[in-house]
């Protein structure tokens, strides 16, 4: 029984920033990575950021030095600050852990970029 408390979605203007974060409990034994999804309407679910356990980072074209991916390893928790936004980046995010070899997923938060 894994938990993915998430929250700082939102409205707000383009150009504008705004930052989200993941917090997870329960039965986490390892973690492998965390990281961020999203899912525009009428869209699959993209791979927006992802951190390792040791740091390492990746992040999608799109988003890539607009967007900064962060954890706090003794929390659990990962964070994904925004910078920049564009109506573009409307969308649903979805928060994922990869632990125990398993997966786990948020129920998404939801980020609007008015223009």
């Known amino acids: 029984q894994v938990q993915l408390v998430e929250s700082g979605g939102g409205l707000v203007q383009a150009g504008g920033s705004l930052r989200l974060s993941c917090a997870a409990s329960?039965?986490?034994?390892?973690?492998?990575?965390m990281g961020w999804y999203r899912q525009a309407p009428g869209k699959q679910r993209d791979l927006v950021a992802r951190?390792?356990?040791?740091?390492?980072?990746n992040y999608a074209d799109s988003v890539k030095g607009r967007f900064t991916i962060s954890r706090d390893n003794a929390k659990n928790t990962v964070y994904l600050q925004m910078n920049s936004l564009k109506p573009e980046d409307t969308a649903v995010y979805f928060c994922?852990?990869?632990?125990?070899?398993?997966?786990?997923w948020g129920q998404g938060t939801l980020v609007t970029v008015s223009s």
């Open positions: 994922n852990l990869n632990y125990n070899g398993f997966y786990a």
């Open positions: 329960g039965s986490i034994f390892s973690v492998n990575a």
């Open positions: 951190i390792t356990r040791t740091g390492v980072t």
